[in-house]
């Protein structure tokens, strides 16, 4: 499939798992694109992986704790391109522990990466995709933001903010022809589940597997994601396929939410 032939595509957090799986993803489907992480070393190996579409693609180290550096992604972009068809916050981060016990430092992450961080991405682009009256947004929400999981407070309730958000900029920019969705991923075969489930079975006095295990029961498929099954339903929302979808979320949580 080419569905994103010359399409114009921004992706933030594109040096691992999910969002490196949909970097590679678009850039098979045609795409031209502009990827950015904090992390340089693993964005540059993201890069290595695209192949042919390595000069379609330009790479940035964004932080995206910080406006101006988004707005610089942004700026940039369309300076280059002079559009932007797909907008994918997908960078976010987890920390686990109980709330009594759990270090501000960590919440503060918590807020400025996975909430503050997806509303900067959108903010900067918002005017341009105003302007030039099309485009789609997807953004990253999770299980957690259905449901609640032990430990997981803080991260569900990021989760939860961006279904909030994600609903209510589907409806200011409805009028504008942009479409905006988010994807839950249920339990995703990523550096980050890995670092949860291995802090989870530290605190725990267990064994990894056994921790794996008991995330692997909680879809009824039994199993992990892989990175590619969700970025497939990134890759879906941002095409024409999904022409009718806005204001929604696109569980891939392999059958947790369903019990
Ligand atoms: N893996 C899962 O099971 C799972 C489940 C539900 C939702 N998600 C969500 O999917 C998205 C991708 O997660 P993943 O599993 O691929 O995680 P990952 O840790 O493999 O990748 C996340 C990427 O975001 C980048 N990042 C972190 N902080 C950043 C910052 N301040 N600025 C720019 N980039 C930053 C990291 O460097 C990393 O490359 C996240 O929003 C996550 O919350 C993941």
Known sequence: MMRFKDKIIVL??????????????FA???????ISD???????????????????TITMKVDVRDPLQIKEMINIT?????????????????RVGPVDEFPDEDYELLIDVNLKGTYYTCKYAIPY???????TIITLASVAAHIGQINHANYCSTKAGILG?????????????VRVNSVSPGATDTPMLQSDVTKQAKDRSVDYELVKKEFEEEGVLGRW????????????????DASYMTGADLRLDGGWTAR
């Open 12 to 25: 933030t957090g594109a040096a691992s798992g999910i969002g490196r799986a949909t970097a590679k993803m």
């Open 165 to 177: 958000f994600t609903k209510a900029l589907a409806l200011d920019l409805a009028p504008f022809n």
């Open 38 to 56: 904090i992390d340089e070393q693993n964005l540059e190996e993201t890069y290595n992986l695209l192949g042919e579409a390595k000069n379609k």
């Open 78 to 94: 369309f300076e280059h391109y002079e559009r932007i068809d797909v907008l994918v916050a997908n960078a976010g981060v987890v």
């Open 225 to 240: 994601a892989t990175p590619e099954e969700i970025a497939a339903g990134i890759l879906f929302l941002a095409s024409e």
């Open 28 to 34: 098979e489907e045609g795409a031209f694109q502009v």
């Open 129 to 135: 995709f105003k302007k030039q009256n099309f485009g």
